[in-house]
């Protein structure tokens, strides 16, 4: 067994392949690092010179690509050649939730995991460390050994030798370069301690030892989904508290500071918002649903899927209270969209709230303007399943010959022209800095703010003559 790892291969250029393995390769200058990937669109624009085309936005990400690119880091679809040179490989491949078949909507698909499997087994040599990086459903492991085992019987490699770890990643979107050089923790689970072993002294080249854990296969696959479905239930409680400090003079960020002043539950992950998107928290914990009734726990699964269930029913409260205020009825208004990604600092849309509550509004007949710093018009495109319609931009037009349709935003001001609305939902910070002054000259009067970040300075927006509703803020609505 080799002692200290030479050549990673990871397969899935993502967002969790790509920066993870960037960061690697920036700590251990001594390893070479090939980040693989099927999509080769991807990986090309991993590849561009221009660091602005990454196909990831990431705060720092840049800096790290362009000191490591090309010298202990490389992106390329070649993944015979690479799987077959490594002594350590990260699965790191898309783990949605299934669409059909047993379990669908709720288990989670892994034929790319066993895909991937199916490559290791099929091109590696020698001794090979695999480890899962991807969020998995416990037992999966036992999985990818299955494949792996059966390529050790009957293949014609007999010098084939595998360990499976389960090395999950904990990195949020926006904040990721930060979270995987100054982690809270790693976590390796496994069978080996040499293999453990082996994991262990990569991620301490940078990582406090203390911070390492080590657990079993199976605790460290759960703790994983574990960890996002503790994350996103707070973000369902603040959630459900702010709709009752609307209905009672309360304001939900002081109650939030009150009970953050609590260290047994904490300050963190208290904010009030439209409601958490991101590609993992409503996944992950589906996938907890159908294990626990899998395991025939019903009231546990129960208990987890009411977390999902007041995610979606807070993000049409939204969509419904924004019809109500704007008179009870949008059709034919112009409505200002600040924000798709689904949090700040990221071009990452998948689940955001942006997109239901634009939905919504859509259907109800509104014109929407959307704006967003970093998501491009083609994703939002794809995500509304409708296509942007550019003749709104033109002046002096009637708004109801454009009922339904949408198109995108570069200028906030200018797309306030004759808004009845503006609904913030993503909480980009240059969003904290508009002039409501001027932008209330142009919007057509009664006219509204939507604060579904609480980044707007309520003052400015009141002086300006303005209307504001701001989540969870029962004094002002
Ligand atoms: P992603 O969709 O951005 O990237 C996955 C990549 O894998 C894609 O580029 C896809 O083309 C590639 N791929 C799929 N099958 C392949 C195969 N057989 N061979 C080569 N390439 C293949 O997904 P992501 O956001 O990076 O998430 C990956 C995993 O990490 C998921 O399990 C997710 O739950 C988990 N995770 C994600 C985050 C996050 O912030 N996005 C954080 C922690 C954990
Ligand atoms: C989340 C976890 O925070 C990561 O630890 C985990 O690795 C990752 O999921 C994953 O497994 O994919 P991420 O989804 O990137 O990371 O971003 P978060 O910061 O957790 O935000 C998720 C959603 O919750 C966003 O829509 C955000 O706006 C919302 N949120 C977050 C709130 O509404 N309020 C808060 O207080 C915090």
Known sequence: MNSSIKNICCIGAGYVGGPTMAVIADKCPEILVNVVDVNEERINLWNSLDLDLLPIYEPGLDKIIKKRRNKNLFFST?????????????????????????????????????????????????????VEKSTLPVKTAEVIKTILEASQLFSKKKDQQFDVLSNPEFLAEGTA??????????????????????????????????????????????????????????????????????????????????????????????DAGPGFGGSCFKKDILNLVYLSNHFGLKDVANFWEEVVLLNNWHQHRISKLIIKKLLGTVTGKKIC??????????????????????????????????????????????????????????????????????????????????????????????????????????????????????????????????????IGDGTNN
């Open 78 to 130: 070649e993944l015979k050649d690479n799987i077959s040179k490594a002594d350590m490989i990260f699965i790191s491949v898309n783990t949605p939730t299934k669409k059909k078949g047993v379990g669908a909507g709720k288990a989670s698909d892994l034929k790319w995991v066993e895909a991937c499997a199916r490559q290791v087994a099929k091109y590696s040599k020698g001794y090979t460390i695999v």
């Open 177 to 270: 370069i930060n979270d995987l050089e100054f982690p809270d923790r790693i976590l390796i689970g496994g069978e080996k301690k040499e293999a453990i072993q082996v994991l262990t002294e990569i991620y301490s080249k940078w990582v406090p030892k203390k911070k390492i854990l080590h657990t079993n296969i199976w605790s460290s696959e759960l703790a994983k989904l574990t960890a996002n479905a503790f994350l996103a239930q707070r973000i369902s409680s603040i959630n459900s508290i702010g709709a009752l400090c609307e209905a009672t003079g309360a304001d939900v960020r002081e109650v939030a500071r009150a009970i953050g002043s609590d260290s047994r539950i904490g300050s963190k992950f208290l």
């Open 337 to 470: 969209i600040l924000g798709f990604a689904f949090k700040a600092n990221t071009n990452d849309t998948r689940e955001s709230a942006s997109i239901n509550i634009c939905k919504d509004l859509l259907e109800e007949g509104a014109v929407l303007h959307i704006h967003d710093p970093r998501v491009e018009p083609n994703q939002i495109e794809y995500d509304l399943g409708k296509k942007e319609n550019k003749e709104i931009k033109k002046k002096n037009h009637n708004y109801f010959e454009f009922e339904g349709h949408w198109c995108f935003e570069k200028d906030i001001v200018n797309s306030s022209d004759g808004a009845d609305a503006i609904v913030v939902l993503t909480e980009w910070h240059e969003y904290s800095k508009i002039d409501w002054t001027e932008i209330s000259k142009k919007m057509r009067k009664p006219s509204w703010v939507f604060d579904a970040r609480s980044i707007v300075s309520t003052l400015k927006v009141l002086e300006a003559n303005l209307n504001l509703w701001k």
